[in-house]
T-cell receptor
């Protein structure tokens, strides 16, 4: 039981490049989330997926797209990376309304030059 | 919409001293409340949570938090900290009756335990 896994762990991009961050969970959770963490800003929700086939914007969705590929996988895409997107990205999953506890992946540290 | 305020961004404390990390939330209706901990270079882990029942909840490593509805607070305490408690701590809240809305996190409190 691996929990929530994220790939890659580290990535350096040039401005304008695109990339996809991958997230998978093996806990049969319905809901999945993408956050970014920046110093002094805490965790900010980018997008979430309450269930397979649905996605919703969070607090800071601009510049990102998501795909809920199936119940296990939820990917985050940066179409044209900007230096402001330099951050640590976390994926999480939960069974909502049962306990609302979210389980987090180890994070992806992204630097955009 | 719910909001969470963690009143201290950084808390330095000497080893074996007590500590309190403060958390206030915005709503006075029913809530679920959480404390998460993030050790350096890791993801967040659940430390403890309040869903209902006893207002005092405890973690396995000696932390406790008390739900105070009248003051809309959920402060985290430990009577004697260890070096290994050095981490960032996040308070979070959810509304049990709002459907599938995500947790709302505070900005975090960085606890530094000094030897």
């Amino acid at each position: 039981n691996a929990g929530v896994t994220q790939t890659p762990k580290f990535q350096v991009l040039k401005t304008g490049q695109s990339m996809t961050l991958q997230c998978a969970q093996d806990m049969n959770h319905n809901s999945m989330y993408w956050y970014r963490q920046d110093p002094g800003m805490g965790l900010r929700l980018i997008y979430y997926s309450a269930s397979e086939g649905t996605t919703d914007k969070g607090e800071v969705p601009n510049g990102y797209n998501v795909s809920r590929l199936n119940k296990r996988e939820f990917s985050l895409r940066l179409e044209s990376a900007a230096p402001s997107q330099t951050s640590v990205y976390f994926c999480a999953s939960s069974v909502p309304r049962v306990t609302d506890t979210q389980y987090f992946g180890p994070g992806t540290r992204l630097t955009v030059l | 919409a719910q909001s969470v305020t963690q009143l201290d961004s950084q808390v330095p404390v000497f080893e074996e001293a007590p500590v309190e990390l403060r958390c206030n939330y915005s709503s006075s209706v029913s809530v679920y409340l959480f404390w998460y901990v993030q050790y350096p270079n890791q993801g967040l882990q659940l430390l403890l949570k309040y869903l209902s029942g006893s207002t005092l909840v405890e973690s396995i490593n000696g932390f406790e938090a008390e739900f105070n509805k009248s003051q809309t607070s959920f402060h985290l305490r430990k009577p004697s900290v260890h070096i290994s408690d050095t981490a960032e701590y996040f308070c979070a809240v959810s509304d049990p009756f709002s459907g599938n809305t995500p947790l709302v996190f505070g900005k975090g409190t960085r606890l530094s335990v000094i030897a």
